[in-house]
Every structure is written in C-alpha cells, then in structure tokens.
C-alpha cells in the first residue's frame, strides 16, 4: 500500500512538471515573436527616415537617419545601423565632389567656349599652355565701375568686384592672358610679363596684329630676341660686365660679347612672373605681374620687387607702369619695354617706310660693341634726326644694320612727355608713346633673322621697330649720365602710355 501511495505521488509531480515546463515554453515563445516584430519594426521605421532624405548629404550629424531608441539589448544593432548609415554618408559624399568636379569642367569648357569667340584669339588657341586658370582669367566679362578714375598713369588698380586675384597655379604655370577695351585687344604671357599680340583696326575697320611675336606660349621660352618682353634688371647694356657701387665692385653676367644686355643670360624677360591681378574687359581692364628677383641675381646686389602693370586707359591707349622697390641693399634699375612694333601688321613686311618722329635733340654715341663712349651729341645734321617727322629709311645709307642708339629725351626726366609719334600711312595706324624716362633706345631690328612668327611669317631684318624707353645704356659706369641707383626704401618708378589712332 505505501508503495502504491509512493508511485502515485511521483505521477503527479511529473504531471505537474510537464505542465509548467509547456507554460513556460509557450511562453518564451511569445516572448521571442514580440521581440522580433519590434527589430522589424525598428528596421522598417529607419527605412522610411532613410527615404525622406531622398538621398541628400547630411552635414555634421552622424545619426541623422536614424533615431529609434532601443533599450541595451540591441546596442550592436544600432551599432550596425550607424556604420550603415555612415557608408551611405561617404558615398553621398564621393557623388557631391564628383559633381562638384563636373561642374568645373563644365566651366572650363564655357571658359573655351568664350576664348574661341574672341575675334582676336586666333592661333594661339591651339597653345596647350593656355591653361584652366588662364582661360578663367579670359572669360571674366565685366561691367563698367563709376568710381573708376581716369589717370591714365595711375599705377593703383581699380577695386572692382569682379577683379580676379592670381592664384597658386598661375604662379608657377606659364599662361595666355587677354585684355579687351573697344578696339583694343591685347595678349599677354607672364614668361617675362610679355605682350604676345595687340590688335587694332586699319582705316578700312579691319583688326591686325601690329606687334611680332610666337604662336605658343611656349615658343617665348627659347625666344633670343626680347619679342614682348620686359627687361632688367638693368636693360641695354653694362660694359665689360661690371660695375661698382659704393665702394666695392660687382660682375654681372655676360652674354653680349664680354658686356652685359637686358639683364643678363637669365633676366626678367626669362623667367616666369606671377599674375597677381587680371581684370578682362570693363571701365579699365588691367593686369597686373610681379617677380621678386633675388640678391646677387645675375650678379647685381640685392633683392628687388618689380611690378608691371598693363592698362587700358581711356580709348585705345595702353599705359605700363613698371615699379621696383629694393629690400635692403642699393641695386642699379633700369626696367624697359621691347615689343617690335609694326603698324602695318605683324606680317605686312619691314618697317623702313613708317614715318617716326623722336623729339629729342641729342644722342649717345657707341663704340663697335655699342657700349656709350660717355660723350653726348646733338642730332642734327646726322642719321639720327628725326625732330621732324620722316621715313626711317631716309638717312639709313650709312647705317648697314639700321639704328639701334639711344636718345637723349628732351624735357624733364620723371615728368610725362610726348616721345615718339610713329605713322604708317598704308594702314592709316598712328601710335603716339609718351613717358617719363631720360632716355629712348630706337632700335630697328637690323638683327632679326629667319625668324619663325605667327601664322608662318618668317621675320627678317626690320620686321618690326622697338621703342625702349629707359635710362641712358651703361649709366653704372658714366657718372654724367642719370643714375640708375635705387637705395632701399625708395622706389623706381617707370610710366609708358601708348596711343593709338588713325590718320587719312
């Protein structure tokens, strides 16, 4: 009987086990459907937020997308949900810089686009050198400012809006440049702060290129005759290639013979300058060069800071305003101009039969390497008359490789004054150089030879005549001639205004 008793109570213990353990499973069970209907819950409410981004860059907020809240348990969930999220981000992001860089290129093809328009951008749009920041450059179109002044001379720049600064890549890039004003269009490059081309109309209307030069930019690189170009730090010539200065002697380059000329073997013409301004068109578009040269550069002493500035002023009149300002040591300056002009064009032959009119009444004579021999001479009644206006070819039969002399100007050095006034009665194209330098180097490019130009020309002698505004040539070494020191803390300061018109 009490084993009876025994077995029916172990009976109903495992009943009453069996019971509670399908309770208990049912209930884990609830338990665990519960908990899965919330993560797809969950999942469900951070792709509808992830939707009504529509995709959109979120900027500083890394949970943006994604703000359900969920208790411990399903930290690493959440975890896995941010890193989701911040891939998302990071791909967001790549599209936004791509299109960002689409945009760009659009733009630079735009820039394109409005150099090929230019009636005065011919050949040179070939030139790989014309690069993106120099076409940025070219297709800034202005409007006109009224608080513009009208100095033709004044070397401060117009603050306009829509000046562009220079930036990092034209620095160091060498590049095309263009500046437009009525009927005037002008190209430069800042390898030696050259102008390329110029561009005027002939008494029928029609625009010509009135200055030789190189189809490429690059082509001014192996250049051996100053096409453009902006010389120094002293221009024209140093005999023997020294000099001295307050008591101690210095040797500059030679690359003359044994003589010095336009700075050097690597000079400001050879090297490239920064463009730290360059307005295109408006009231007065400018730009504006800079090259810091260093102490002992070439051999002269120092370091020195020039600045060249083209202007169009006015109606087609050009000014250039070279500036130089040394650091700390006294230094010879003597900065000159050298495009070869032609009014006829570029291409229309020699200039011997331009009229030319340089009001001056004396000039230094040279020795055979055309180093001043220290004397100064009245032009009259020699080949270097020109008080009144006459061909260059007039009094050149004694002259077998044509002029190349410098005249001493008449008036006030530092003041400006009418110089020269050149015509050539075929085009109908007058241009009048004022300046306020002592001194002007009339050279008629008797040198030139074979000489590869724009558009195939090929240059010979007297294709084209330069006007060198500038101190008297080896003035370092003529204490009578004006000096060309300038001491620190002072400044050089060199203004040409070209004017161009025509005559019937």
Not at 124 to 144: F, M, P
Not at 157 to 172: F, L, M, R, T
């Amino acid at each position: 009987m009490a084993r009876v008793s025994t077995l029916l109570c172990l009976v109903m213990l495992v009943t009453l086990g069996v019971g509670v353990t399908f309770s208990f499973a049912n209930n884990i069970e609830v338990q665990s459907e519960h908990l899965e209907g919330s993560k797809k819950v969950t999942k469900v409410h951070h792709i509808s937020k992830h939707k009504a981004k529509g995709g959109e860059k979120v900027n500083g907020d890394h949970n943006a997308g994604s703000d359900v809240k969920e208790g411990k348990k399903d930290e690493k969930k959440k975890h896995d949900v941010h890193k989701k999220e911040d891939e998302h981000k990071k791909k967001e992001h790549d599209v936004h810089k791509n299109g960002v860089q689409h945009e760009k290129k659009d733009d630079d093809n735009d820039v394109k686009k409005h150099g090929d328009k230019k009636k005065s951008v011919d050949h040179h749009d070939n030139d790989n050198d014309s690069n993106d920041d120099d076409k940025k450059h070219k297709d800034k179109k202005k409007g006109e400012h009224d608080d513009d002044k009208d100095d033709d001379t004044n070397d401060d720049d117009d603050e306009d809006e829509d000046e562009v600064d220079g930036d990092d890549n034209e620095k160091e890039n060498i590049g095309l440049h263009e500046l437009k004003k009525g009927n005037l269009t002008v190209k430069f490059t800042n390898w030696g702060a050259s102008i390329m081309s110029l561009h005027f109309p002939d008494k029928n209307g029609k625009s010509g290129d009135i200055v030789l030069g190189y189809d490429s930019v690059q082509s001014y690189k192996t250049d051996k005759v100053y096409f453009g170009a902006t010389v120094g730090r002293v221009a024209n010539r140093i005999g023997k290639a020294h000099f001295k200065l307050n008591g101690k002697e210095y040797k500059t380059i030679a690359n003359d013979g044994k003589n010095t000329l336009h700075g050097g073997k690597r000079g400001f013409s050879d090297v490239v300058w920064a463009v730290t301004k360059h307005k295109y068109d408006g009231k007065k578009p400018h730009i504006v060069f800079t090259y810091t040269s260093p102490d002992g550069d070439q051999g002269f002493p120092g370091e020195l800071t020039v600045t060249v500035t083209y202007k169009l002023v006015k109606d087609n009149e050009l000014s250039v305003v070279m500036e130089a300002k040394p650091k700390d040591k006294a230094t010879p300056v003597n900065l000159a101009h050298h495009t070869y002009w032609n009014l006829g064009g570029h291409n229309s032959g020699d200039i011997l039969s331009e009229e030319i009119q340089i009001l001056d009444s004396s000039y230094t004579p040279v020795d055979g390497e055309l180093i001043p021999t220290g004397q100064i001479s009245p032009v009259k009644g020699t080949p270097y008359d020109f008080l009144q206006p006459r061909p260059i070819k007039d009094n050149m039969k004694d002259l077998k490789t044509g002029y190349d002399i410098n005249y001493c100007l008449d008036g006030k050095a530092d003041k400006m004054r009418k110089i020269v006034e050149l015509v050539d009665k075929k085009s109908g194209r007058k241009m009048e150089l004022t300046a306020n330098q002592p001194g002007l180097q009339f050279y008629t490019g008797g040198m030139l030879k074979d000489i590869m130009g724009k558009n195939g020309t090929v240059y010979q002698a007297f294709a084209g005549l330069c006007l060198e505004t500038q101190s008297y040539p080896d003035s370092v070494n003529n204490p009578k001639f004006p000096s060309q020191i300038v001491e620190p803390g002072k400044n050089y300061k060199h203004n040409m205004l070209f004017k161009f018109s025509i005559v019937s």
